[in-house]
């Protein structure tokens, strides 16, 4: 895909994102916002998948680890065709199977149960490991955020990726600097992550996590390295795409009301007009 | 009686024995393979072992994320790691999706001995038992892990198998008739006084006891519940009605065990006398494995002395 198609895509998504969580009247769309760029390169141009197939064996992996972005998860799932996109209304229902963190029981297209924060980048590692293991040739990817590092299982997972040298797990932290209590610099800085995750073996890419273009070469880039996993570090702007939102703290785990969601709502519209498509609404 | 061994060895030579047949199996440690008799395994093939470090709560999620793609993989450290440390793990990668992954807890209840009250793992079976659609096994000596391991690499979910540092008498490969089925319980020996229900290392010696109350006149049955959950509860009832007075013994807490499931069970379905034998509510110490189950009173004596405590609230 080109990278205006993706960006359409990407905003079609934040749509549903923010159809999904003002419908459930709660949610998390901060979050959501800053990395649905990137789940979006994954799920419409990079990885190998089949939402007809959603269990073919040999399919690539994707683990939310920040589990509680499950809006964006889903959104984008819907978006490539795993489940009506109608579905996202329900979102948070006890109607419906879009629980508010991911579960891979109900909702197809998910790979794993997060929401725990630290626990999914440690079942991705499982996923490779056995993924080496098989001599399966599929790659599994995962999010984290910037806040969710603080979790110590986040590192004991690192380490263990570069022990078995997992070049088929590619990673990326959300660093849009922002978590509920706050600034992550001040909740609790894990600055400098480049330095720290090559100290931990990995190999790191820094990009703009809202630049199609870099998100694809850092793919691109991560296929190509042996012997380490990839660590994609993307600066990005929380709730980017939504104006009264972005760098908001409030908005991590806030939905909006009826007049703030028609402000969202006009805001993502007129990015896609601006992008040429037609949207009624 | 056979020679005495530790549940723990023989899960050691259980898991090395069915790896041909089973090779989907992984076995993942945290650096206590020496102790959990995982390095057996290690040894004999290295490339389906994998020791993730002092990292209990990522071997657990790791093994989680290994389950998705095909393989069964057991997990071993300390109970106190497995169902302690890592229990939100276990709850949350393990148990909610349902995966097929067995967390393997060693050295569980004070038998630990000498490593003293953070190491003795007495609140395992209950943190376990909690969690929804977990499966929770504590074979009762060397015979029965072999089995159970075996019936557990046929389980497709998760589960729970709790094994022992202390060594052992073997009963159950003397028992005629004798079958492990998950979820059924075995009675090693029938009895019309009252019932003595055992799980773990508890079991040989509940036998034991048998012996003594035997010898005073008194008729115990004694049932193996080498599944704590699900519980065998048909036996558990048929031994209620017929016997009229419940023992309930584990090497482990009082609170949320075995003893509180009979109780769960009878209490709503058949009213019957349960004395609750095992550790009390209270942090362990240092001593050897013989000083520590002594002072509980987890020693066929002591058992003994409890099944008369059960025999005594009977109406």
Not at chain 1, 136 to 162: H, N, P, S
Not at chain 1, 232 to 244: D, E, Q
Not at chain 2, 211 to 222: D, F, H, M, P, Q
């Amino acid at each position: 895909m080109t990278s205006k198609e993706l960006e359409i895509k990407a905003y079609e998504s934040r749509r549903l994102i923010l159809d999904g969580v003002h419908a459930a009247k709660c949610g998390h769309p901060g979050g959501s916002l800053s990395c649905v760029d990137a789940l979006t390169v994954l799920y419409f141009d990079e990885m190998n998948i089949d939402p007809a197939d959603p269990k073919n064996p040999d399919r690539d992996r994707f683990v939310l680890s920040k589990g509680h972005c499950a809006p964006a998860l889903y959104a984008t799932l819907a978006n490539r065709g795993y489940f009506p996109k109608e579905d996202m209304l329900l979102l948070r229902s006890i109607k419906a199977h879009l629980s508010g963190h991911p579960d891979m029981v109900y909702v197809p297209g998910v790979e794993f149960s997060t929401g725990s924060l630290g626990q999914g980048i440690s079942g991705a590692v499982g996923m490779a490991l056995a993924a080496k293991h098989t001599g399966k040739t599929f790659r599994t990817y995962a999010v984290l955020g910037d806040g969710e590092i603080e979790e110590g299982q986040c590192w004991e997972a690192f380490m263990a990726a570069a022990k078995w040298k997992l070049d088929n797990l590619c990673a990326f932290i959300d660093v849009n600097g922002l978590q509920i209590d706050g600034s992550t610099a001040d909740v609790m800085p894990s600055e400098p992550l480049d330095r720290k995750l090559e100290a931990f073996n990995w190999h790191v890419i820094k990009i703009n996590g809202h630049d199609y273009d870099e998100i694809k070469a850092a793919l691109k880039e991560a296929k190509t390295v042996k012997g380490q996993p990839t660590m994609i570090i993307m600066s990005t702007t929380k709730g980017k795409g939504v104006s009264y939102m972005e760098n908001a703290v409030g908005w991590h785990g806030k939905a909006p009301n009826d007049d703030e969601y028609a402000v969202a709502v006009n805001d993502i519209n007129a990015h896609l007009k601006e992008l040429g498509v037609e949207v009624d609404g | 009686m056979a020679d005495k061994k530790a549940t723990r060895a023989a899960y050691g030579e259980a898991i090395v024995e069915l790896a041909e047949k089973y090779p989907e199996l992984v076995v993942l440690d945290a650096d206590l393979a020496a102790a959990t008799n995982s390095n057996k395994f290690a040894k004999a093939y290295p490339d389906r072992f994998y020791d993730c470090g002092i990292a209990e709560a990522n071997m657990t999620s790791i093994a989680a994320g290994m389950s998705t793609v095909g393989l069964k993989p057991f997990t071993n450290t300390f109970a106190i790691f497995a169902a302690g440390r890592a229990w939100e793990q276990v709850r949350n990668s393990i148990a909610y999706p349902h995966l097929n992954v067995k967390v393997v807890g060693s050295h569980g209840g004070p038998s630990v001995g000498e490593d003293g009250a953070t190491h003795q793992m007495n609140e395992d079976i209950a943190l376990m038992r909690a969690l929804p659609g977990m499966t929770v096994v504590v074979p009762c000596d060397a015979h029965e892990m072999r089995l159970a391991v075996e019936a557990l690499l046929n389980y497709n979910g998760p589960a729970y198998l709790r094994m022992c540092r202390y060594a052992t008498e073997t009963v159950t490969a003397e028992i005629p008739g004798y079958k492990f089925e998950l979820g059924k319980g075995v009675t090693l020996k029938d009895g019309s006084d009252v019932t003595i229900i055992a799980t773990g290392i508890t079991v040989p010696f509940s036998y034991e006891a048998a012996k003594i109350l035997e010898n005073e006149g008194i008729s115990a049955r004694v049932i193996d519940m080498h599944t704590v959950k699900p519980l065998d509860e048909e036996l558990v009832l048929k031994a209620a009605q017929e016997t009229g007075a419940i023992l309930t013994v584990e090497e482990a807490s009082t609170i949320g065990g075995l003893g509180s499931a009979v109780c769960e069970l009878l209490c709503e379905k058949c009213p019957t006398p349960v004395v609750r034998h095992g550790v009390p509510d209270e942090f362990g110490r240092s001593g050897t494995a013989a000083q520590m189950l002594e002072l509980y009173g987890l020693t066929p004596e002591g058992i003994a002395a409890k099944a008369k405590e059960a025999l005594k609230l009977k109406k």
